[in-house]
C-alpha cells in the first residue's frame, strides 16, 4: 500500500513540475514575443527617425545659408555707406593718402573679412552636424557591446540553473540513499532483536 501511495505521490510530483514548467515556459515566451512586438514597433519608427534626421540637416544647411547670405547683405550695404562716407574725404585729401588707404583698399578688406566670417559660420554649422552623425555611430558598437553582455549573463544564468539542478539531484539522491539505508539497519536490527 504505502508503494502505490509512493507512486501517486510521486505521479503528482511530476505532473505539478511539468504544469510549473509549462507555465514558466509559457510565461518567458509570451515576455519573448512582447520583446519581439516592442522591437517591431521600434523599427517602424527608424523611417520617421530618418526623416526627422533629414529635415534637421536640411534645415541647419538651409539657416546656415541664409545667415550667410543675409549676412553678407548687410556688410554690403555697410561697404557701400562706407565708400559713400570716405569718398569724399579721399578727394579732398587725395594728396596726403596714399592709396594703401583708399576706399578701395578698404572696402576690399572689409569683404575679405566678413566672406571668412561667413564661411566661419558655415564651416561650423557643417561642423556640429558631423559630431551629431558621428555620435549617432558611434552608438552602434555600444548597442553590439550591451547585446553581448546580456548574452553572457543569460548564460551565466543558464549555467547557475543547470548547477542548481545538478546539485539538487545528487542532494536528493543522497538523502534518499541515506533514507533506504536507515530502513535497512532499522529492518536489521529488528530481525536480529527478533531472533535473540
Not at 118 to 126: E, G, M, P, W, Y
Request: aromatic content about 6%; overall charge negative.
Amino acid at each position: 500500500m504505502s508503494k502505490k501511495i509512493e507512486t501517486n505521490q510521486n505521479s503528482n510530483n511530476t505532473n505539478e513540475q511539468n504544469n510549473f514548467n509549462e507555465s514558466v515556459n509559457q510565461s518567458l515566451d509570451e515576455t519573448k514575443d512582447n520583446i519581439k512586438k516592442s522591437i517591431d514597433e521600434s523599427r517602424k519608427q527608424i523611417p520617421r527617425i530618418n526623416d526627422i534626421v533629414n529635415s534637421y540637416q536640411e534645415e541647419s544647411l538651409q539657416t546656415a545659408k541664409e545667415i550667410s547670405e543675409e549676412y553678407i547683405d548687410s556688410q554690403k550695404e555697410v561697404v557701400n555707406s562706407l565708400q559713400s562716407a570716405w569718398r569724399p574725404y579721399n578727394e579732398a585729401f587725395s594728396g596726403l593718402v596714399t592709396n594703401f588707404c583708399s576706399p578701395d583698399a578698404a572696402a576690399k578688406a572689409y569683404t575679405t573679412f566678413v566672406s571668412n566670417v561667413a564661411d566661419n559660420t558655415v564651416s561650423a554649422i557643417r561642423l556640429s552636424n558631423n559630431v551629431i552623425f558621428s555620435t549617432l555611430d558611434a552608438w552602434k558598437p555600444v548597442l553590439q557591446q550591451t547585446k553581448d553582455a546580456a548574452r553572457h549573463i543569460s548564460n551565466m544564468g543558464v549555467n547557475t540553473a543547470r548547477v542548481f539542478e545538478q546539485n539538487s539531484r545528487q542532494l536528493a539522491a543522497e538523502v534518499k540513499d541515506a533514507a533506504n539505508s536507515n530502513v535497512n539497519a532499522s529492518t536489521t536490527s529488528t530481525t536480529n532483536s527478533t531472533q535473540h
